[in-house]
């Protein structure tokens, strides 16, 4: 990763870690739909960078999104989970080739970014929620709140890759 | 050794995730415990801060509506002084008799009500007299009950969390019950453990049952939504809508009983005893 990349990344993780602290995790649609937005830092990160230090960098994400939710480890499970798992979704979604050319998220076609994006999404909130809720007395709650969340988590993505897209003329 | 140390090579990536999820696994598992110290909670010096400044910033939306409660609380308070006037003085302050429940105030700085363990976290802590233990209510009603203490800031069990079990009554009728919440709506509680026997309508108010050393009895929390019960159960299920609001609590109270010491001592004798 080159200086300017590495300075990106760093400005993206504190950004979104108090963009999902002071205004995201306040919305609470109907009682219990919060987008959880922040996991775009590990969508964003570059395909060729080393993995080992995406699933630190993930895990410390998700921690500092629970130390301000007071909610254990269950981001930082997640995340790290997520990143864990990205290289298969990256091979799934953008096909084998994704190994040899860096793949660029906001170049690529519109069927393989849904595919990856929504992989990771629903994968982080579905573990996420089952360790939050903990319980198998509320299995209807864990897919409802995956469900409702992950599609405003989605559709948030969505909107802000292309709102931050530079258009290439 | 060599062969031992290419294994790790290769395998990195799966042993740093096997760990990283093995320790936040158990800070999850952490939390789950009532009462202890956590490092990990937003009551610690560097969150507490931030979120302290944060609300300092926000504060002043809120004060015209702040305003108005504590108006709306003065004036119930004021009738109610109104009508021990007439029938006794005010008794004189008597410096060794401690009254039974003591109170103190504190801002909520951070509240969370769409998780299923929710928790508020306060401005007051261990150094401003807060002690783990003490119920927490506000000028509507119940709240909840300090879990964890810090020096400066404190965290609150709210009654909006499924380990929350808080002993309660109707208040026409006194048959007692347990205070529960099934995750679904944050306006919305369950009393349960309220036998049959008892007569039942919507709008009858439930207060606190004073059958714990927490809260005094009498303590407002809500009324009867409607209720059911299963045939061949004995008891009623009875969800029961918050007088409080509580997506939007902005300063509670805290209620320290001076008398829990010795109670709980007094219940620990007997304990060991059988």
């Known amino acids: ?169 | 050794m060599q062969q031992i140390i290419y294994f790790f090579i290769r395998n990195k990536n799966s042993m740093v995730f096997a760990v990283l999820f093995i320790v936040s696994i158990l800070l999850t598992i952490q939390t789950h415990n009532y009462h202890n110290d956590k490092f990990i909670s937003s009551a610690n010096y560097v969150t507490g801060g931030i979120f302290k400044f944060k609300n300092s910033l926000t504060d002043y939306i809120y004060l015209g509506t702040a305003n108005e409660k504590l108006l709306e609380e003065n004036l119930i308070l004021r009738k109610r002084l109104e009508k021990f006037r007439d029938i006794a003085p005010l008794p004189a302050l008597d410096t060794i008799a401690l009254p039974k429940f003591d109170y103190l105030s504190a801002t909520v700085i951070n509240n969370n009500y769409s998780k299923t363990k929710n928790q508020i976290t306060l401005d007051k802590g261990s150094a401003d007299e807060l002690e783990i233990d003490m119920g927490v209510i506000s000028s509507h009603g119940l709240v909840g009950i300090v879990s964890d203490i810090s020096k400066n800031y404190a965290m609150v069990q709210t009654i909006l969390n499924t380990r929350s079990r808080i002993n309660a009554k109707l208040k026409k009728s006194n048959h007692f019950g347990t205070l529960i919440w099934n995750t679904k709506d944050p306006n919305v509680v369950q009393l349960i453990d309220i036998p049959r026997i008892a007569k039942i309508e919507k709008g009858d108010t439930i207060i606190t049952g004073g059958r714990s050393t927490i809260f005094p009895e009498g303590i407002l929390i809500g009324v009867v939504q409607d209720y059911h019960s299963d045939k061949d159960d004995n008891y009623y299920y009875i969800n029961v809508k918050l007088f409080n609001d509580m997506t939007s609590l902005q300063h509670v109270y805290l209620i320290k009983n001076n008398e829990a010491a010795e109670i709980l001592q007094l219940e620990k004798g007997v304990d060991d005893a059988d």
């Open chain 1, 1 to 169: 990763m080159q200086t300017k990349e590495i300075l990106i990344n760093i400005a993206r993780f504190v950004l979104l870690v108090f963009l999902q602290v002071f205004l995201l995790n306040n919305i609470n649609l109907g009682g219990y739909i919060n987008p959880y937005v922040y996991i775009l830092f590990i969508l964003l990160y570059p395909s060729d960078g080393n993995t080992t230090l995406l699933i630190f960098l993930s895990f410390l994400l998700g921690l500092s999104v629970d130390i301000f939710e007071d909610s254990g480890g269950v981001h930082a499970a997640a995340c790290a989970f997520v990143a864990y798992i990205r290289p298969l979704v990256l091979k799934y979604s953008f096909g084998t080739s994704y190994e040899y050319n860096t793949i660029n998220l906001k170049k690529s076609g519109a069927t393989e970014r849904i595919l990856y994006v929504a992989s990771i999404v629903f994968l982080h909130h579905f573990v996420m929620f089952a360790l939050e809720i903990f319980s198998f007395g509320h299995t209807l709650l864990l897919l409802k709140s995956t469900l409702f969340s992950g599609i405003f988590t989605f559709v948030l993505i969505l909107g802000s890759l292309i709102i931050f897209t530079k258009k290439t003329t």
